[in-house]
């Protein structure tokens, strides 16, 4: 397990107050009871952890841990974007 999914698996764990070793890559938020506004605390979360933005449109296409974390790893891997 790499460090960003380890960490968004932490996160979310602690977010619904589940153990660790009952979230994984492939469940979702339905089957973990994330809510949309737990969705948007995450979210929130995940920005402050990775010094990213996730843009607001691309939260309705998050529907397991691993698309986040997939998300992630694509929004740090991209060049930043030039301050105007």
Do not use: Y
């Not at 698309?67 to 992630?72: A, Q, S």
């Amino acid at each position: 397990m790499d460090d960003v999914e380890s960490r968004i698996i932490e996160l979310v764990a602690k977010s619904k107050n589940l153990p660790v070793s009952g979230v994984h890559m492939d469940s979702t938020f339905d089957e973990l009871q994330v809510d949309s506004l737990d969705k948007i605390n995450s979210t929130f979360a995940v920005e402050e952890m990775f010094a990213i933005a996730i843009p607001d449109d691309s939260l309705n296409s998050l529907k397991t841990v691993g698309d986040v974390v997939r998300g992630v790893e694509r929004l740090r891997a991209a060049p930043p974007e030039p301050v105007s």
